[in-house]
């Protein structure tokens, strides 16, 4: 699937979203891509998997797959149902990014990161920071959105997308939208619009 595809396909299930949002980062943006609406079909979880995984440097060096939770779960088991690897994950426990639930990283396994939408990268560089700090080695990050593709250095590990997406973001108290004051902000996971 190319990024054209892949764009039909999160349109399709009304998952470009207009509005007011606060994104994970705190900042906040008229668009909203919310993933989870595309991905609750199997055959588009698979369609997307594939097209993360014709982007994996080497296959045969992943030993495990490891996402931040919540937004990267399905993609990430996805891909590795798909690679025939090991998937586990890393989630916030009041704030902080941990692995839980008896997980384990072997010593000095490669790992590829697997994340669904990416504007900053700060919970895939904190799930990094965790699987490192396990004596895991992150090799390469993968994402299926990102919307800050002129972002530079944001991984330091090789990091590869399928749809690069420019979207503007605003600090939250710079943003337009609440200046205008009609139309409340909301966050993506606590309503009925994601
Ligand atoms: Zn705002």
Do not use: W
């Not at 080497?58 to 931040?68: K, N, R, T």
């Amino acid at each position: 699937m190319n990024e054209h595809e892949i764009l039909d396909m999160y349109e399709n299930a009304g998952a470009l979203l207009n509005g007011h949002f606060i994104l994970s980062s705190g900042r906040h943006s008229a668009r909203y891509l919310q993933s989870a609406l595309v991905l609750m079909n199997i055959d588009h979880a698979t369609a997307l998997a594939e097209a993360l995984i014709a982007k994996v440097d080497d296959a045969d060096q992943i030993d495990l797959v490891v996402s931040p939770a919540i937004g990267g779960l399905v993609i990430g088991q996805e891909v590795a149902r798909l690679m025939n690897k090991p998937f586990i994950f890393t989630e916030r426990k009041e704030g902080e990014m941990q692995l839980r639930r008896g997980f384990s990283i072997a010593d000095a396994a490669r790992v590829l990161v697997v994340e669904d939408v990416i504007t900053t990268g700060g919970s895939v560089c904190e799930c990094m920071a965790v699987v490192r700090q396990h004596g895991g080695k992150p090799v390469q990050m993968l994402a299926v959105v990102d919307r800050a593709p002129d972002e530079q250095n944001r991984f330091d590990v090789p990091y590869a997308t399928t749809i690069e997406l420019n979207v503007e973001t605003y600090a939250a108290d710079d943003c337009p939208i609440c200046k205008q004051g009609t139309l409340p902000a909301i966050k993506p996971g606590s309503r009925g619009a994601a």
